[in-house]
Nanobody, 124 residues
């Protein structure tokens, strides 16, 4: 079992930055691939970024490439999402997730564990 807790969300003006953190605990959590998704009310979860277990391979959605960066520190069992140049359309609840496989990390159903989410609001 892996527990995930997100933090770092909040209210920021357009063009600003936030860094989200996802603290993982539980069995061998550092061996999981991890990802970030976001979801606005009434919508499906949207892939944002993913990272393999070592941190050596990352994937970013086209909508955030060049603005968001995913990373992880296995010594701290923590994953991060650095979000720069934020736009109002980035407003969402952001979720971190952990998966046992590296296949299909852009799909929400691939993931085995989810955090509770953290709200990000970008004002115009």
């Amino acid at each position: 079992q892996v527990q995930l807790v997100e933090s770092g969300g909040g209210l920021v003006q357009a063009g600003g930055s936030l860094r989200l953190s996802c603290a993982a605990s539980g069995r061998t959590s550092s061996y999981y691939c991890m990802g970030w998704f976001r979801r606005a009310p009434g919508k499906d979860r949207e892939f944002v970024a993913a990272i393999n277990w070592s941190g050596g391979i990352t994937w970013h959605a086209d909508s955030v490439k060049g603005r968001f960066t995913i990373s992880r520190d296995n010594a701290k069992n923590t994953m991060y999402l650095q979000m720069n140049s934020l736009k109002p359309e980035d407003t969402d609840v952001y979720y971190c997730a952990a998966a046992r496989t590296q296949v299909g990390l852009q799909t929400a159903r691939t993931y085995d564990y989810w955090g509770q989410g953290t709200q990000v609001t970008v004002s115009s």
